[in-house]
């Protein structure tokens, strides 16, 4: 697969949604993350970034002007000992709580499907990174409706063992913006990574769209300590 410009991906579509980026620094010494949220209606858009413990939580800019929680708020990331779990959705917990009882990523998808948004049947985008002696490895998954069609989920897991350094993969939940909204397709994309993580940030967040972008979570691993570094941007603040 030819490794892609990380840039060029995001500034390719105003509305690619939801999307996780996971892989290793060129220097082969961190994990690096990024998830970033976009929103095309009010509500969507009411949203920000807030530190959980470990990991984060989104919430209402605005609690005035919240409608529908059920899809927007939710904790995005969440710390399980040696793994960091990343998702678009509350299947954040689900994969937590099953995982907390030794299920595999897997397995914990096997609960949970595409979001129940009709027409859009937005898709439940996940990564987990798991730590171990000094190495890690890391797995996405996507789950979506099969071409529209609520009444069939396909499943798809995608896992990186050894990752390569300055390597990432990317998945997102939309191909682009439409009504319905197209969602993704293929595997993950293979894309590049900085070493710094205020690089990082900068590049995704500035490529983008302006209208629809909403915030944007950036975490940095210490592969051979865990020790992490991390930074929040919310349009709204």
């Known amino acids: 697969m030819l490794k892609k410009s990380l840039a060029e991906e995001l500034s390719s579509t105003t509305y690619p949604g939801r999307g996780i980026v996971i892989g290793k620094t060129p220097d082969g010494k961190k994990a690096a993350i990024a998830y970033f949220i976009m929103g095309r209606s009010e509500n969507s858009r009411n949203r920000i970034f807030v530190k959980d ?37 509350d299947q954040t917990d689900t994969i937590y709580d099953l995982m907390d009882k030794q299920y595999t990523f897997e397995q914990a998808l096997r609960t949970r499907e595409f979001e129940p948004d009709a027409p859009n049947y937005t898709p439940r985008i ?93 975490r940095y691993i210490n592969i051979e300590d865990g020790s992490y570094e991390t930074k929040i941007i919310n349009k709204n603040n």
């Open 53 to 89: 413990g470990e990991g984060i939580r989104t919430e209402a800019f605005d609690p005035s002007k919240l409608e529908d929680p059920s899809l927007i708020i939710y904790a995005p990331v969440r710390v399980l000992g040696n793994k960091t779990i990343v998702t678009n959705g």
């Open 126 to 218: 996940s990564g987990v990174l798991h730590f171990d002696n000094g190495s890690f490895n890391y797995a996405m998954s996507i789950l979506k409706s099969n071409n529209g069609n609520p009444k069939a989920c396909n499943r798809y897991t995608f896992a990186y063992e050894n990752p390569v350094a300055g390597e990432a993969h990317f998945i997102h939940t939309y191909m682009g913006d439409g009504n319905p909204l197209p969602s993704f397709e293929g595997e993950p994309t293979l894309v590049d990574v900085p070493d710094n993580m205020e690089d990082f940030a900068d590049l995704v967040w500035n490529n983008l769209n302006n209208d629809n972008k909403v915030s944007l979570f950036v």
